[in-house]
């Protein structure tokens, strides 16, 4: 072999161990799998919630997870093999945090679509129409009703950090002065039994999910408590932005589970009704203010 043949041979060769090298490196450009095909080859989605009926929770009796997101994600994840749906729980300002450090696939945690969201974190299907709502005191003492109310009788009024209820207070004239934020219901639950804030606006299915409980003695939900539809807001699944197939994917099966009447179903088990139903107007595109913009 002469020394020409023997370089030439030489170099072969390493361009065949850089080339396996590459192969086999995790996120190899040939062979790079996707969070989809990942969930299904294993049977298993790990989901972000916050712990909170209706959205999502743990049974306390029998530690399953159920609620409005999770019985979807099972009934829509079942038939592909799915059969694992890994709940874990975190508070509600850390759900977008997680997704985006890869400890969820998804975050299905009553997440209302904002375009300042859409920028992060690319949403699914609005599933879920939600309006704001309220809990008083029993007997409303101080006639609170919306947030016109809050602001003319100057009410100190309780909401969850990082809520879209907060949004809206502030666009309806609530000064930041009249609010107190808190990590989680229970926090707001408890400022309101103890007289630090007047009431606590939160979206009307946790609401729902709160007077089911039994857990509100000596409070009521403040009925009415008047809001806009431009005050509504839609709650969807969230993933990450890289992870598109999978977000198809489940906007695949939610429109076959809309179809077949699932949906209807799980609705009626958590108590939402016709004001919960998303408009066939209503879009991903148009709640991000992507509509029409160049993809």
């Given at each position: 072999?002469?020394?020409?043949?023997?370089?030439?041979?030489?170099?072969?060769?390493?361009?065949?161990?850089?080339?396996?090298?590459?192969?086999?490196?995790?996120?190899?450009?040939?062979?790079?799998?996707?969070?989809?095909?990942?969930?299904?080859?294993?049977?298993?989605?790990?989901?972000?919630?916050?712990?909170?009926?209706?959205?999502?929770?743990?049974?306390?009796?029998?530690?399953e997870?159920?609620?409005?997101?999770?019985?979807?994600?099972?009934?829509?994840?079942?038939?592909?093999?799915?059969?694992?749906?890994?709940?874990?729980v975190?508070?509600?300002g850390?759900?977008?945090?997680?997704?985006?450090?890869?400890?969820?696939?998804?975050?299905?945690?009553?997440?209302?679509?904002?375009?300042?969201?859409?920028?992060?974190?690319?949403?699914?299907?609005?599933?879920?129409?939600?309006?704001?709502?309220?809990?008083?005191?029993?007997?409303?003492?101080?006639?609170?009703?919306?947030?016109?109310?809050?602001?003319?009788?100057?009410?100190?009024?309780?909401?969850?950090?990082?809520?879209?209820?907060v949004?809206?207070?502030?666009?309806?004239?609530?000064?930041?002065?009249?609010?107190?934020?808190?990590?989680?219901?229970?926090?707001?639950?408890?400022?309101?039994?103890?007289?630090?804030?007047?009431?606590?606006?939160?979206?009307?299915?946790?609401?729902?999910g709160?007077?089911?409980?039994?857990?509100?003695?000596?409070?009521?939900?403040?009925?009415?408590?008047?809001?806009?539809?431009?005050?509504?807001?839609?709650?969807?699944?969230?993933?990450?932005?890289?992870?598109?197939?999978?977000?198809?994917?489940?906007?695949?099966?939610?429109?076959?589970?809309?179809?077949?009447?699932?949906?209807?179903?799980?609705?009626?088990?958590?108590?939402?009704?016709?004001?919960?139903?998303?408009?066939?107007?209503?879009?991903?595109e148009?709640?991000?203010?992507?509509?029409?913009?160049?993809?």
């Amino acid at each position: 072999m002469t020394f020409r043949s023997s370089v030439r041979l030489r170099l072969a060769v390493m361009w065949c161990v850089l080339l396996a090298l590459i192969v086999a490196l995790p996120g190899g450009p040939a062979f790079a799998e996707t969070a989809k095909e990942r969930i299904l080859r294993e049977g298993k989605i790990v989901i972000g919630i916050h712990n909170r009926t209706p959205w999502g929770f743990r049974d306390e009796a029998t530690g399953e997870a159920k609620g409005w997101h999770p019985d979807l994600l099972r009934a829509a994840f079942a038939e592909l093999g799915v059969k694992e749906i890994d709940i874990r729980v975190t508070e509600f300002g850390a759900l977008i945090p997680g997704l985006l450090a890869g400890r969820f696939d998804a975050v299905a945690s009553g997440l209302s679509i904002t375009p300042e969201r859409c920028r992060q974190v690319a949403f699914g299907t609005p599933d879920l129409k939600v309006h704001d709502a309220a809990i008083v005191l029993t007997g409303n003492p101080k006639q609170i009703h919306g947030f016109e109310d809050i602001v003319s009788q100057k009410i100190i009024m309780g909401a969850g950090r990082g809520s879209v209820s907060v949004r809206n207070a502030t666009v309806a004239g609530v000064p930041e002065g009249n609010m107190l934020l808190f990590p989680d219901i229970e926090a707001n639950i408890s400022a309101l039994r103890s007289g630090r804030i007047d009431v606590t606006v939160l979206s009307s299915p946790t609401v729902i999910g709160l007077l089911a409980s039994g857990k509100l003695k000596g409070l009521e939900s403040a009925d009415p408590f008047v809001t806009t539809d431009e005050q509504a807001t839609y709650a969807a699944v969230a993933f990450r932005s890289e992870d598109g197939d999978l977000r198809a994917l489940w906007d695949e099966r939610l429109l076959a589970l809309t179809k077949d009447g699932t949906v209807g179903k799980v609705m009626a088990r958590y108590g939402f009704g016709e004001t919960e139903v998303v408009p066939d107007t209503v879009t991903v595109e148009k709640l991000c203010g992507t509509a029409g913009a160049d993809k």
